[in-house]
Nanobody, 121 residues
Framework: QVQLAESGGSLVQSGDSLRLTCVASRPGFIIDVMGWYRRVPGNERELVGTITSAGTISVSEVVEGRFFISGDYAKNTVYLKMNNLKPDDTATYYC???????????????WGQGTQVTVSS
């Protein structure tokens, strides 16, 4: 299995910045894509952005220009730098990975437990 551990969530004020970190433990797996989602209670989980093992980055238009994804696949780590945070960014942020077993092609989805980001106005 792939285990994902997020860190960095906090209570901040509007306009502040935060960096979330996700570290993957992946014995026997190859990770093809890592990324971040967020969810507000009562809403669907929303894609924030992804980064592939080839370095291709995609960020949601909702946060583009304020949020930046980076990663170091050699360290099984992905980061989410969030600038100019707004109260609407308040959510639980989840790390996600698509990974496959060595020698297999089927991609499996894995999720972290989530880290809470709360932005006060």
């Amino acid at each position: 299995q792939v285990q994902l551990a997020e860190s960095g969530g906090s209570l901040v004020q509007s306009g502040d910045s935060l960096r979330l970190t996700c570290v993957a433990s992946r014995p026997g797996f190859i990770i093809d894509v890592m990324g971040w989602y967020r969810r507000v209670p009562g809403n669907e989980r929303e894609l924030v952005g992804t980064i592939t093992s080839a370095g291709t980055i995609s960020v949601s238009e909702v946060v583009e220009g304020r949020f930046f994804i980076s990663g170091d696949y050699a360290k099984n780590t992905v980061y989410l730098k969030m600038n100019n945070l707004k109260p609407d960014d308040t959510a639980t942020y989840y790390c996600h990975a698509k990974a496959r077993r060595y020698g297999r092609s089927q991609l499996l989805n894995f999720w972290g437990q989530g880290t809470q980001v709360t932005v006060s106005s």
